[in-house]
């Protein structure tokens, strides 16, 4: 049965009339059964037809319908609002405006802070004083002040009954007419359709099932108005007692559990403190972070990639000198352009942190200077940072070369095809062959180039000595990685085993020349002088073919080594055992020449006296 009162109804055609009821008839008949929501001709769209009852402006119109607490007032009133009679004298035109809004919103914000301790007087006094000023409450307890309220409404609003659903039905459905409501925004259907994976928008078997689903999202969107419309105009009692509505639907209560804070005091004053005090948090430590991720944590004091695309390999004096060239590009840039750049950052945003510095000569400079050991903390572990990358760089470098260089004898150039980082010589110190430069001083170049990445870091002035040129202080640089840290050890302890695994194969090949040696000892020279001695003249022949092999054998040996890390270059050394060889050749050669020309004059002499002979 309906809460509402009874429907008015049209006496009934008489029995005589056979012809169709008129248009005016049926559309005064349906008038008297479902009243009209909505004018159908209004200078607004979307206008109430309460609306036609009174003379309002369009303005006051629209301000009615805002609230129900303000239908009664006019612009017209507003304006003619005066002061306290106390004040004796009348406002400005700005003033009175100023004061009538004031007293208007003043007056509504009473009747709404009254109808809230009206509506919610009974469920206060039914609580537990100790419940409600016992904060915070639990989950539990909310629930339970929840459903008290809940419960309150419940009361004071009757269930509809089957004609108040047909008829909130109706009105919904046909009450609100589609020209009437605002279109839906296009980007609510295009960020709907990015949640959709592309290759089922793109899919043509599913354009049918795209096609009816976004017709539906627009009904939704036209019924969830209308329905909007709808439960606004019957907040008004009058217009549920002209539409014969008792009630409607209650909605599905909205419920919201705040999680229990009792450490809300202690954070706000946490929170207070750590905005004083931690600096990590002002707004210019993330300026300075995104300045060193946009445009200098790519930096190195080593280019190792620039490196590899040049000639390998190198030697160790042009390896040193490149190292070096490359750390002093590098400081070069954080000095005259990092730090300046973050010196210019705080000079342009001084109302960031301009607030921590005294006011005056009496009052303490440790928050300034609390606020600018932290800038210079954040930079130092920037510069922390690519000291660490750019040693990492360089260990990655020479990690290609972490197989070693031992070989399996003999000797086999395609085994090493990585390109080589260092050139060594060999070259002759009597009676041995000898690395030049040694090998242990290469491995002091390769540390010292480690050494030179720090020594390249440090000096590095903090913002402090660019934002105030007259501060006299030892420590106005920044921080970086030291010599003596773990970190840096461990980086040097690698490399010491990349290359003490890389100094086997240059010493093993130095076996290929074992052969030699007679010629590095000067025994070979010895051999040479004893034969020479004992007379051996067809055999000085022999002996210069085999020097001649020798030499030949010598000289089609290998110029350049490659064993991974080191090339060896052993032009000097073969051009030098040549030269040995052919100074003994010579030697040889000189003797039979002598030894031929002797024999050619004793020949010559032994002529001449039996020509002599036969004369006389």
């Known amino acids: 049965m309906s809460h509402a009162k009874r429907l008015p109804e049209l006496p009934p055609l008489p029995a005589s009339a056979s012809a169709a009821p008129s248009e005016l008839y049926q559309l005064v008949l349906k008038s008297s059964c479902y009243p009209p929501l909505m004018q159908r001709a209004s200078w607004t769209l979307a206008a109430p037809f309460k609306e036609q009852s009174y003379y309002r402006s369009p303005s006051d119109s629209i301000a009615n319908n805002y609230t129900l607490t303000a239908r009664d007032l006019k612009l017209k009133n507003v304006c003619k609002f005066k002061s306290s009679s106390m004040t004796g004298t009348l406002l ?23 109808f809230f301790f009206r509506s919610t007087s009974n469920l206060l006094n039914s609580l537990d004083p100790i419940s409600l000023y016992s904060q915070p409450l639990t989950p539990e307890e909310q629930f339970v002040v929840m459903h008290l309220r809940e419960k309150e409404i419940s009361k004071q609003e009757k269930p509809p009954s089957r004609n108040d659903i047909e ?125 060193w991720l946009s445009q200098y944590s790519h930096l190195r004091f080593v280019r190792t990639e620039e490196m590899l695309c040049r000639d390998l390999p190198l030697l160790p004096t042009e390896f040193e000198e490149v190292i070096r060239r490359h750390c002093v590009e590098a400081h070069n840039i954080l000095q005259n352009k990092w730090i300046p750049t973050c010196a210019s950052i705080f000079r342009d945003e001084k109302r960031k942190w301009l607030h921590f510095a005294p006011e005056n000569d009496c009052d303490s400079s440790q928050l300034v200077e609390s606020y600018f050991r932290s800038v210079a903390t954040l930079m130092s572990l920037q510069l922390r940072e690519m000291v660490v990358n750019s040693l990492e760089d360089l260990l990655a470098f020479f990690m290609i070369h972490k197989d070693g260089s031992d070989f399996t004898e003999p000797y086999e150039e395609m085994q090493f095809f990585v ?183 004793r020949y010559m002499l032994l002529v001449c006296m039996v020509l002599a002979v036969c004369v006389d």
Request: aromatic residues 8%; charged residues 25%.
């Open 167 to 291: 008829r909130y039905c109706y009105y919904i459905y046909n009450g609100v007419q589609e020209d009437m409501l605002a279109p839906q925004n296009k980007e609510v259907m295009n960020v709907i359709l990015k949640h959709i994976p592309t290759h089922i928008l793109a899919n043509p078997d599913l354009e049918n099932l795209l096609a009816s689903l976004k017709e539906e999202i627009k009904a939704d969107y036209r019924i969830s108005l209308m329905k909007a419309i709808v439960d606004y105009i019957l907040m008004d009692p009058a217009e549920r007692e002209r539409l014969f509505i008792g009630s409607t639907p209650c909605p599905f209560p909205r419920r919201v559990v705040r999680a229990p804070v009792p450490w809300h005091s202690s954070y706000e004053e946490v929170k207070s403190w750590n905005e004083k005090n931690l600096f990590v948090v002002n707004p210019l430590m993330p300026t300075l972070q995104q300045l």
């Open 92 to 114: 400005s035109s700005a003033e009175q405006r100023t004061a009538s809004l004031q007293s208007i919103t003043a007056s509504l914000f009473t009747k709404l802070v009254l």
């Open 419 to 601: 390109p080589q980082i260092l050139t060594v010589r060999l070259s002759v110190e009597e009676p041995k062959i000898v690395f030049e430069p040694p090998l242990e001083e290469c491995w002091d170049l390769i540390s010292h180039c480690f050494r030179d990445i720090l020594h390249s870091a440090e000096e590095l002035p903090k913002v402090e000595r660019f934002l105030f040129p007259e501060l006299k202080r030892d420590d106005l640089t920044l921080s970086t990685v030291k010599p003596e840290e773990s970190l840096f050890s461990e980086y040097v302890n690698k490399l010491e085993k990349i290359f003490e695994s890389n100094i086997l194969g240059p010493q093993k090949y130095l076996n290929v020349y074992r052969k030699y040696s007679n010629l590095l000892n000067n025994n070979a020279q010895q051999d040479v002088t004893d034969f020479l001695k004992e007379g051996h003249s067809l055999e000085a022949f022999t002996e210069i073919d085999s020097l001649t092999k020798l030499k030949r054998e010598i000289a089609s040996m290998h110029v350049t080594v490659p064993l991974a890390m080191f090339c060896l270059d052993a032009v000097q050394l073969n051009e030098e055992l040549c030269s040995r060889t052919q100074n003994l050749k010579d030697r040889l050669i000189e003797f039979e020449v002598m030894e031929n020309r002797e024999l050619n004059r």
